[in-house]
């Protein structure tokens, strides 16, 4: 039973509009959430994150909002750029110590020009 | 400064083939994590290192799998006697504290072809 679920396999925006990126949980112990970004041939780079105790995260383009009550959580990237097209996981983990991250499948966002 | 870095970074086994994957963490990073992904999947966690000390091996889905961190720094993931199940990319991501710190950072991956 997969904990952490993007629903979404792809997203096509057209440059300069918004991306939005959907990601569920299960496991009502998760109380830390990232987002990280992967190109091809390359491992995944971290993105932004989120503690449970915020509901909004933002930085520059990016912002991370988190939905307790729904266990969900979104990455909106505005403007959406050409580079931004990558595919995007959806971590999450509890916050006691550095324990492993449970990924969800990802989501291929393609930005066009 | 350097990242984590994994060679090499692709190997093709013939099964019944033993593999070895290298992780060089980025200096002085504690915590060190391995992670399968599979074609179309994400990263599914298989082992855990803090120093030398493998704290969570739950991952690992068999006994032909072993992953060894001697000095605290390198990790080698090995596999036994590969199987075609076996193919995946493998990803060590490495982290800086024990507690208080979540962001883990990977290498590029080692991409496993079992033929």
């Known amino acids: 039973d997969q904990q952490v679920k993007q629903n979404s396999p792809s997203l096509s925006v057209q440059e300069g509009r918004i991306s939005i990126l959907n990601c569920d949980y299960t496991n009502s112990m998760f109380d830390y959430f990232l987002w990280y970004k992967k190109y091809p041939a390359e491992g995944p780079t971290f993105l932004i994150s989120i503690s449970s105790i915020k509901d909004k995260n933002e930085d520059g383009r990016f912002t991370v909002f988190l939905n307790k009550s729904a266990k969900h959580l979104s990455l909106h990237i505005v403007p959406s750029q050409p580079g931004d097209s990558a595919v995007y996981f959806c971590?999450?983990?509890?916050?006691?110590?550095?324990?492993?991250?449970?990924f969800g499948k990802g989501t291929r966002l393609s930005v066009i020009a | 400064g350097a990242g984590v870095s994994q060679s090499p970074r692709y190997k093709v086994a013939k099964r019944g083939q033993d593999v070895a994957l290298r992780c060089d963490p980025i200096?002085?990073?504690?915590?060190l994590f391995w992670y399968q992904q599979a074609l179309g999947q994400g990263p599914e966690f298989l082992t855990y290192?803090?120093?030398?000390?493998?704290?969570?091996k739950s991952g690992l889905p068999s006994d032909r799998f072993f992953a060894e961190r001697p000095e605290g720094s390198v990790s080698t993931l090995k596999i036994q006697r590969t199987q075609q199940e076996d193919s995946a990319v493998y990803l060590c991501?490495?982290?800086?504290?024990?507690?208080?710190?979540?962001?883990?950072?990977f290498g590029p991956g080692t991409r496993l072809t079992v033929t």
């Open positions: 971590a999450a983990k509890t916050n006691s110590g550095n324990t492993p991250l449970v």
């Open positions: 290192f803090q120093n030398e000390a493998q704290l969570d």
């Open positions: 991501a490495s982290s800086s504290e024990t507690r208080g710190v979540h962001e883990q950072y």
């Open positions: 200096s002085g990073h504690v915590s």
